[in-house]
C-alpha cells in the first residue's frame, strides 16, 4: 500500500509563505507525475500543480500562477510546492498525488487530474488568516 505523506502546513498571515512537502516511505516517486490538490470547506477539490518526472514541467492553476511554484527533489524523495503571498482563499486541505505516468493529465477544461488509481496522502491544512 502506497500511502504519501504531506507536512509544512500551518496558520500563515496574508501575504506570507509556506512550503509543503510530499514524500512516500518505501516508494520511489522518481518516475511518476505528482500533483497537487486543495479542498476549501464547503468546496470540491481543485487541482492546484502538477509536475512531470524526468523534465519536471511544471503547471499551475490560474489561482495560484505566480504565486506557488512546484519542484522535485529525486535524491529525496520529496516533492515540495512553495506557497508565496498567500491569499485568504488559499486557505484549504491540500493534498499531494502520485499519477500512474510520468506526464502530468488533465481534463478538458484544462485542470490537472489524477488517474482513478493514483495514490493519495492524507492532507494537511493550511489556513491564511489576519
Known amino acids: 500500500q502506497v500511502q504519501l505523506v504531506e507536512s509544512g502546513g500551518g496558520l500563515v498571515q496574508p501575504g506570507g509563505s509556506l512550503r509543503l512537502s510530499c514524500t512516500a516511505p518505501?516508494?520511489?516517486?522518481?518516475?511518476?507525475?505528482i500533483g497537487w490538490f486543495r479542498q476549501a470547506a464547503g468546496k470540491e477539490r481543485e487541482g492546484v500543480s502538477c509536475?512531470?518526472?524526468?523534465?519536471?514541467?511544471?503547471t499551475y492553476a490560474d489561482s495560484v500562477k505566480g504565486r506557488f511554484t512546484a519542484s522535485r527533489d529525486n535524491a529525496k524523495n520529496t516533492i515540495y510546492l512553495q506557497m508565496n503571498n498567500l491569499k485568504f482563499e488559499d486557505t484549504a486541505v491540500y493534498y499531494c498525488?502520485?499519477?500512474?505516468?510520468?506526464?502530468?493529465?488533465?481534463?478538458?477544461?484544462?485542470?490537472?487530474?489524477?488517474?482513478?488509481?493514483?495514490?493519495w496522502g492524507q492532507g494537511t491544512q493550511v489556513t491564511v488568516a489576519s
Open positions: 509536475i512531470s518526472s524526468f523534465d519536471g514541467i511544471t
Open positions: 498525488a502520485t499519477d500512474t505516468l510520468s506526464n502530468c493529465r488533465y481534463s478538458s477544461k484544462n485542470a490537472v487530474v489524477m488517474a482513478p488509481d493514483a495514490h
Open positions: 518505501g516508494f520511489n516517486l522518481d518516475y511518476y507525475a
